[in-house]
């Protein structure tokens, strides 16, 4: 089993930035891809960008340019560095590992960004 932690939602005014983490831990395959994805009220989870344990990314296009994925392999970490917030990014952001027939998911962390 693998546990996935996000940590470093909170409230911001758009425009602004906002830092994302996510701790994994316990039974840690490799290789790995690793994600974060983000829902609103009453639409479906949808992409906003995955990493693959070689550093290779994939973007989401309402997020390319305005964000940034990275991960630190040594540590098992994931991050996401989101700048120029609007309201519309306002979501819970979900922290995801997945390959080799395996997939799990963080709680999420909530992210509003007032207007």
């Known amino acids: 089993q693998v546990r996935l932690v996000e940590s470093g939602g909170g409230l911001v005014q758009a425009g602004g930035s906002l830092s994302l983490s996510c701790a994994a831990s316990g039974n840690i395959f490799r290789p790995n891809t690793m994600g974060w994805y983000r829902q609103a009220p009453g639409k479906q989870r949808e992409l906003v960008a995955t990493?693959?344990?070689?550093?290779?990314?994939n973007y989401g296009d309402s997020m390319k340019g305005r964000f940034t994925i990275s991960r630190d392999n040594a540590k098992n970490m994931l991050y996401l560095q989101m700048n120029s917030l609007k309201p519309e990014d306002t979501c819970v952001y979900y922290c995801?590992?997945?390959?080799?027939?395996?997939?799990?998911w963080g709680q999420g962390t909530q992210v509003t960004v007032s207007s």
């Open positions: 995801r590992m997945f390959g080799s027939m395996r997939d799990y």
């Open positions: 990493i693959t344990s070689g550093g290779n990314t």
